[in-house]
């Protein structure tokens, strides 16, 4: 079992920038695949960023790709995802997740979701 708590959520004003953390718990988390997802109201659930367990290689929703950075630091079993360049359409409640898979970015893929943070982006 993997636990996961996300925080960092808030509102920020457009080009600002917010930094979301994933603490996670449990079996050796430090071995697992990072995502991040974001679902926007109205919208389906989307990709947002992953990054396996070496931190070797990372990978990006092209929305998001340029604007956001996804990094872990595995001695604190945590993943962060720094957004800047903020943009309304960033608007979504974004969620940790986990899986064992090393790259996907498909959400059925992961077994394990924290709760999920909201992040608002006014215009």
């Known amino acids: 079992q993997v636990q996961l708590v996300e925080s960092g959520g808030g509102l920020v004003q457009a080009g600002g920038s917010l930094r979301l953390s994933c603490a996670a718990s449990?079996?050796?988390?430090?071995?697992?695949?990072g995502g991040w997802f974001r679902r926007a109201p109205g919208k389906e659930r989307e990709f947002v960023a992953g990054?396996?367990?070496?931190?070797?290689?990372?990978y990006y929703a092209d929305s998001v790709k340029g604007r956001f950075t996804i990094a872990r630091d595995n001695a604190k079993n945590t993943v962060y995802l720094q957004m800047n360049s903020l943009k309304p359409e960033d608007t979504a409640v974004y969620y940790c997740a986990a899986t064992r898979v090393i790259t996907t970015r498909n959400p059925n893929e992961y077994p394990y979701w924290g709760q999920g943070a909201q992040v608002t982006v006014s215009s």
């Open positions: 990054i396996p367990w070496t931190g070797s290689s990372t």
């Open positions: 449990g079996r050796t988390f430090s071995t697992w695949t």
